[in-house]
């Protein structure tokens, strides 16, 4: 598929796919202890391995079948491929509100529990695109637990995922993170690596595209997407956004052998 269409069908994609929202009281969660958040901050542990969102298996497949929907009508080389996860769902409610437990619990291998033979790129992006509305609503809830000028670790605070995207301030040039599944932003060192501990900065930039920059990392091979505030003229910044319409970077990125970090499985800070 040539840059242009992928870009088109993402587009189209995301349109549809942002229109998909749940309610405030979709999440529920106990709350955190004081001190436990405290440890949790110095391990670099993030809210959901302290207090796990909750959320009702009903809720959650309702939300899947329009996710699924939205994949099948814009990404028809996907269809065939959701069908079969769809049909290997399960329908039992007790067995689903087990699967949808799991689904929030880090570190459990949801493939694996389904014990069905399924495309795992396919299912892991119908997964993922499912649960971003209600970590979306999750990070909401416990805004107030953490605080994003004091983070400054390379995983979100709240979900713990790497960062898809990077701000540069306007005003003092200090650099924000973005999380592409739950949609906080969190402050991060000026220069060096989310992704590994090398504090080497490079970057490359495009012509006609100067508001953006490609920092990459010659240690783990990872790159970041970075948005220079300096350089947006005063317009409202939707990070979101700004990721789906810069795809023609990540594939610039990928040609020279550099990763999306995001993609790969996570794993804590040291």
């Not at 909750?54 to 959701?82: H, P, S, Y």
């Not at 069905?116 to 790129?121: A, G, I, Q, S, Y």
């Not at 409202?236 to 052998?257: H, P, S, Y």
């Amino acid at each position: 598929m040539q840059d242009s269409s992928l870009q088109e069908m993402l587009t189209k994609f995301h349109q549809a796919y942002s229109q998909i929202t749940v309610k405030e009281d979709s999440v529920s969660f106990s709350t955190p202890d004081r001190a436990i958040l405290e440890q949790a901050q110095g391990k670099a542990l993030p809210l959901v391995n302290i207090c796990p969102p909750r959320v009702k298996a009903e809720n959650f497949f309702a939300v899947m079948e329009q996710v699924a929907g939205v994949i099948k009508k814009f990404m028809t080389d996907l269809a065939v491929e959701t069908e079969l996860i769809e049909s290997a769902l399960p329908v039992d409610p007790e067995e689903r509100e087990k699967f949808v437990a799991r689904v929030f619990t880090p570190g459990v291998d949801i493939l694996s529990y389904l014990k069905t033979d399924l495309p795992p790129e396919t299912f892991i992006f119908l997964l993922n695109h499912t649960i971003k509305p209600f970590m979306r609503q999750y990070a909401v809830n416990v805004s107030k637990y953490f605080d994003p000028e004091m983070w400054l670790k390379g995983n979100c605070p709240v979900c713990g995922g790497k960062p898809i995207l990077s701000l540069l301030e306007k005003e003092k040039g200090r650099r924000y993170l973005y999380c592409g599944l739950c949609e906080v932003q969190w402050r991060f060192h000026r220069l060096g690596c989310p992704y590994c501990t090398s504090y080497e900065s490079h970057f490359f930039t495009v012509e006609g595209m100067e508001k953006y920059r490609v920092y990459y990392c010659d240690q783990c091979r990872g790159y970041i997407k970075t948005v220079d505030g300096a350089k947006t003229g005063g317009s409202e910044l939707k990070l979101f956004w700004e990721d789906i319409n810069t795809i023609q970077l990540d594939v610039l990125a990928m040609r020279e052998g550099y990763i999306n970090q995001q993609t790969c499985p996570q794993e804590p800070e040291k």
